[in-house]
T-cell receptor, first 113, second 115 residues
Framework: AQKITQTQPGMFVQEKEAVTLDCTYD???????LFWYKQPSSGEMIFLIY??????QNATEGRYSLNFQKARKSANLVISASQLGDSAMYFC??????????FGQGTELSVKP | EADIYQTPRYLVIGTGKKITLECSQT?????MYWYQQDPGMELHLIHY???????EKGDLSSESTVSRIRTEHFPLTLESARPSHTSQYLC??????????????FGPGTRLTVT
């Protein structure tokens, strides 16, 4: 069975500090993708970063980087230099070969001034 | 820039009413999805379509139905709304990504409240 686990229901970080949001996954598909989305209180899903299972390098997108450890089946999101606007729910998602997404439970990030 | 639209954004309706949530995309994507999300919880796939006249149920059982008569349009219908249907409904579409995987685009969502 495919599964995504986010074990941190809530996280706090000081403004301008870095924060790591944890995500582990389970799949038997040889090829898969991992996504991170940000969901502010308004409800829309904002794409942050994508990692393919065969990608040799960890994905980076601006202040976002993905710490991909395939053997450990983890895909942690690192946000550098946190900003107040980063306060939101963050979801990790596993994409299977059919293109469907399986989401984790989410982590609520609060950035303190 | 994603061009995927959902209407209405907010809907409050009484028990027993029939409702249709609209989703449309102008990108010509074949794959489209409906996710259901309770407040503060994860998204669950309830329906998906891989093209015109193709619809499948997702991982979470839902009393809703969908249709895909045109590529750009993927409406979701509840024949008789109940309070248990109160949730946010998110529509998405995807296109193959260069290399592997898919690029997923989400609409803004519809927040449904059934009284």
């Amino acid at each position: 069975a495919q599964k995504i686990t986010q074990t941190q229901p809530g996280m706090f970080v000081q403004e301008k500090e870095a924060v790591t949001l944890d995500c582990t996954y389970d799949t038997s598909d040889p090829s898969y993708g991992l996504f991170w989305y940000k969901q502010p209180s308004s409800g829309e899903m904002i794409f942050l970063i994508y990692q393919g299972s065969y990608d040799q390098q960890n994905a980076t997108e601006g202040r976002y980087s993905l710490n991909f450890q395939k053997a450990r089946k983890s895909a942690n999101l690192v946000i550098s230099a946190s900003q107040l606007g980063d306060s939101a729910m963050y979801f990790c998602a596993l994409e299977n070969q059919g293109g469907k997404l399986i989401f984790g439970q989410g982590t609520e990030l609060s950035v303190k001034p | 820039e994603a061009d995927i639209y959902q209407t209405p954004r907010y809907l409050v309706i009484g028990t027993g009413k029939k409702i249709t949530l609209e989703c449309s995309q102008t990108m010509g994507h074949d794959k489209m999805y409906w996710y259901q999300q309770d407040p503060g919880m994860e998204l669950h796939l309830i329906h998906y379509s891989y093209g015109v006249n193709s619809t499948e149920k997702g991982d979470l059982s839902s009393e809703s139905t969908v249709s895909r008569i045109r590529t750009e349009h993927f409406p979701l219908t509840l024949e008789s709304a109940r309070p248990s249907h109160t949730s946010q409904y998110l529509c998405a579409s995807s296109v193959p990504r260069t290399g592997s995987g898919y690029e997923q685009y989400f609409g803004p969502g519809t927040r449904l409240t059934v009284t």
